[in-house]
């Protein structure tokens, strides 16, 4: 098992629609997981950080369940100018390593 | 708008050359950091600088060489590489490795290795 697994999609939505991506993680020792964004041929840009209670920012809402070992992102009223690829990161302490999982590509369409 | 700034943005080498990557931050950050990443592949860690000191070698080969002359600057010596290091060089840094650090990352470098 990936120690961090998406869903590759792509996903193809229309503007307007809600998206939500989901991500799992393998080691339970776990401690802090983000979302970053990448557009194409640019480089990785925090979109927000998870908490354990979860935690919005505008459009997006991010959620973590430690029982089920998996976080969530949630895009709602989607704009064209959310096509990127999400990339979920989790930091494990013990090896005090980001461990990135391999991307979720969403396409917006007009 | 990044804050890490990468040079040069494009480079293209032969097998027997010698080049040098450049990053560097004036954020006050203390860990900084080396990626590398394929098309449609995350970013894969190479190198970790922590309080200018290497903290995390990932294994990379020799002809990836390092180097953290002071705490806003990251180099990376190139020598003898081979085309499949053909990749996006990613540099990031954070205000220092723990639990909540978030990386900001330069533009990268686009190495072409022929």
């Known amino acids: 098992r990936k120690e961090v697994e998406q869903d590759p999609g792509p996903f193809n939505v229309p503007e307007g629609a809600t998206v939500a991506f989901n991500c799992t993680y393998s080691n339970s020792a776990s401690q802090s997981f983000f979302w970053y964004r990448q557009d194409c041929r640019k480089e990785p840009k925090l979109l927000m950080s998870?908490?354990?209670?979860?935690n919005e920012d505008g459009r997006f809402t991010a959620q973590l369940n430690r029982a089920s070992q998996y976080i969530s992102l949630l895009i709602r009223d989607s704009k064209l100018s959310d096509s990127a690829t999400y990339l979920c990161?989790?930091?494990?302490?013990?090896?005090?390593?980001?461990?990135w999982g391999l991307g979720t590509s969403l396409a917006v369409n007009p | 708008d990044t804050e890490v700034t990468q040079t040069p943005k494009h480079l293209v080498m032969g097998m027997t050359n010698k080049k040098s990557l450049k990053c560097e931050q004036h954020m006050g950050h203390r860990a900084m950091y080396w990626y590398k990443q394929k098309a449609k592949k995350p970013p894969e860690l190479m190198f970790v600088?922590?309080?200018?000191?290497?903290?995390i070698n990932e294994s990379v080969p020799s002809r990836f060489s390092p180097e953290c002359p002071n705490s806003s600057l990251l180099n990376l010596h190139l020598h003898a590489l081979q085309p499949e290091d053909s990749a996006l060089y990613l540099c990031?840094?954070?205000?220092?490795?723990?639990?909540?650090?978030?990386?900001?990352f330069g533009s990268g470098t686009q190495l072409s290795v022929l």
């Open positions: 998870v908490y354990s209670s979860g």
């Open positions: 990161v989790v930091f494990a302490g013990n090896n005090r390593k980001l461990i």
């Open positions: 600088y922590s309080y200018e000191k290497l903290s």
């Open positions: 990031a840094s954070s205000f220092r490795i723990a639990l909540n650090e978030k990386l900001f």
